[in-house]
Nanobody
Framework: QVQLVESGGGLVQPGGSLRLSCAAS????????MAWYRQAPGKQRELAAR???????NYADSVKGRFTISRDNAKKTMYLQMNSLTSEDTAVYYC?????????WGQGTQVTVSS
């Protein structure tokens, strides 16, 4: 099992920005597709963004053009740059790593967008 630790969440005003980080414990980080999921209060968990081993990305329509997912294989860390945040982005954000034998999840980091 891979340990994933998210950081960077917090309270931000509408229109503001945050950058989330996810540090992984595996030395094989570069071999795995990773993603950010989020779960808003009372809603199902949904995919926000995904990045493959080659760096290809895809985004939920709701975040496209505002969020950018990236990864630094040398640092074994994935990022989510979030701009132009709205109250609709309020959620717990989870880091995910996809291995052939299973999926690993971080503990989540809270993002609250409020004035």
């Amino acid at each position: 099992q891979v340990q994933l630790v998210e950081s960077g969440g917090g309270l931000v005003q509408p229109g503001g920005s945050l950058r989330l980080s996810c540090a992984a414990s595996t030395s094989f980080f570069r071999l795995y597709t990773m993603a950010w999921y989020r779960q808003a209060p009372g809603k199902q968990r949904e995919l926000a963004a995904r990045i493959t081993t080659s760096g290809s990305t895809n985004y939920a329509d709701s975040v496209k053009g505002r969020f950018t997912i990236s990864r630094d294989n040398a640092k074994k860390t994935m990022y989510l740059q979030m701009n132009s945040l709205t109250s609709e982005d309020t959620a717990v954000y989870y880091c995910t790593l996809f291995r052939p034998s299973g999926t690993d999840w971080g503990q989540g980091t809270q993002v609250t967008v409020s004035s």
